[in-house]
């Protein structure tokens, strides 16, 4: 892929994914970023999640007083306007009803591809999170990051000598836990809301298999951002029994526990 602008900005949801997983995986091109924070995400399911992050609520640590660690206290991305501390403590202010609008108020090329249904093109439902993208791609299932990035160079490559703000929502780290050639059938879902033949440890690995997966394919996104903006999250997590509780749409410890992991350029304009 193509180098991209110091001020692009990659912004990467990997669906599903336990802060657990993404510490106990083998996962060098993503732990390479920068450190690895322990967060809580801002909401409990995909669409309420990406809502507050396309507002500025990235996932936080309440106990943490650092800027950007700290949505609270400063933000990587605030919304002009809005209600919180000193703008000295955010990383980029901008103006419109959300940061793909406030990108694009920036002279940026707004790039977006969602791999699970909730950014589905044909759904209503979707039109709130995909409709201020200049370009979105829907792939038409969860476990489809190949597309997804083939879609994503094709775009780039048009556009060499623009700012980018590139969003990226990474399925197969949502159940099933499923990736193209996996060993494993994406028929039987290991972990089902009050379903009778869920398995911990089957979620687990095929969770961790699918990280590991992701980041191998994620290899050459990164490397083209490498000089740039970029920031990993995961939108929420997943309950693998605890509590009896399964998968997400629920206010728990482990479905709220998220990884985040980000690098700033110096120069921000």
Not at 102 to 124: C, D, H, M, Q
Request: charged content about 20%; aromatic content about 14%; hydrophobic content about 35%.
């Amino acid at each position: 892929m193509y180098k991209q602008d110091q001020n692009s900005v990659l912004f990467i949801t990997l669906d599903s994914c336990r802060y657990d997983t993404f510490i106990q995986a083998n996962i060098p091109n993503l732990k390479n970023i920068g450190q690895i924070y322990k967060t809580k995400a801002p909401s409990y399911f995909t669409y309420a999640s990406h809502h507050a992050m396309f507002v500025g609520f990235t996932p936080s640590i309440a106990e943490d007083f650092t800027p950007l660690i700290n949505a609270k206290y400063g933000k990587i991305f605030r919304m002009g306007g809005s209600a919180g501390f000193s703008k000295e403590n955010d990383y980029l202010i901008l103006e419109g009803k959300n940061i793909i609008e406030g990108f694009k108020r920036l002279n940026y090329l707004t790039i977006g591809s969602g791999a699970v249904g909730w950014f589905n093109p044909e759904t209503e439902t979707a039109q709130s999170l995909i409709q201020d993208f200049d370009l979105f791609y829907y792939p038409g299932d969860t476990y489809s990051l190949k597309k997804q990035l083939h879609w994503i160079e094709s775009q780039l490559s048009l556009i060499q000598d623009k700012k980018v703000f590139l969003f990226l929502n990474i399925g197969e780290t949502h159940t099933p836990y499923y990736h193209e050639g996996a060993s494993w059938s994406s028929e039987y879902n290991p972990c089902i809301p009050f379903g009778e033949n869920n398995d911990t440890e089957e979620c687990r690995k095929r969770q961790t298999a699918c990280l590991e997966y992701v980041d191998l394919y994620l290899k050459p996104l990164l490397e083209a951002f490498k000089d740039s903006n970029i920031i990993i999250c995961a939108d929420h997590g997943d309950c693998w029994g605890e509590d009896g509780l399964w998968e997400h749409g629920f206010h728990h410890e482990k479905v709220l526990e998220v990884p985040l992991i980000f690098q700033l350029s110096q120069d921000f304009s």
